[in-house]
């Protein structure tokens, strides 16, 4: 199976969402996802771009995963992290920082 496929399959997994689901976010059919599954064909350049839309996450990103690699260092790790969390989950993440960032200032 093409390393593309399985990148796809494991966001898909991660984040919960089932081809059908993928297929309509993506603005296309679900035969055409079901198609890339089963014949092992690639989805275009345009629609992995959308598929990183979809999960939040750069193209860079989605072909870094296809390494598999151990991150190497700590932001690595967090990036991973980050990448599997919800739309929701990431922006309460985004408050907290915010907020560590204001009680930082008022010390100053």
Same mark, same amino acid.
């Given at each position: ?6 990148? !796809? ?7 919960? *969402? #089932?081809?059908?689901?993928? &297929?309509?976010?993506? =603005? *296309?059919?679900?035969?055409? @996802? ?5 014949? =092992?064909?690639?989805?275009?350049? &345009?629609? +992995?771009?959308? !598929?990183?839309? @979809?999960? =939040? !996450?750069?193209?860079?990103?989605? $072909?870094?995963?296809?390494?598999? %690699? *151990?991150?190497? #260092?700590?932001? %690595?790790?967090?990036?991973? %992290? ?8 990431? *922006? &309460?993440? @985004?408050? @907290?920082?915010?907020? $560590?960032? &204001? +009680?930082?200032?008022? %010390?100053?």
């Amino acid at each position: 199976m093409n390393q593309i496929l399985n990148r !796809i399959d494991e966001l898909r997994s991660q984040r919960g *969402v #089932s081809q059908n689901e993928l &297929a309509r976010l993506l =603005g *296309v059919s679900a035969n055409a @996802v079901y198609h890339w599954r089963k014949t =092992g064909a690639l989805p275009t350049l &345009a629609n +992995i771009e959308k !598929i990183c839309e @979809v999960f =939040g !996450i750069t193209v860079e990103q989605f $072909f870094h995963g296809l390494d598999n %690699e *151990v991150p190497s #260092s700590q932001d %690595e790790r967090f990036l991973n %992290e980050w990448r599997s969390l919800s739309n929701e989950e990431k *922006v &309460a993440v @985004v408050n @907290v920082i915010k907020a $560590f960032r &204001a +009680i930082k200032e008022a %010390e100053q």
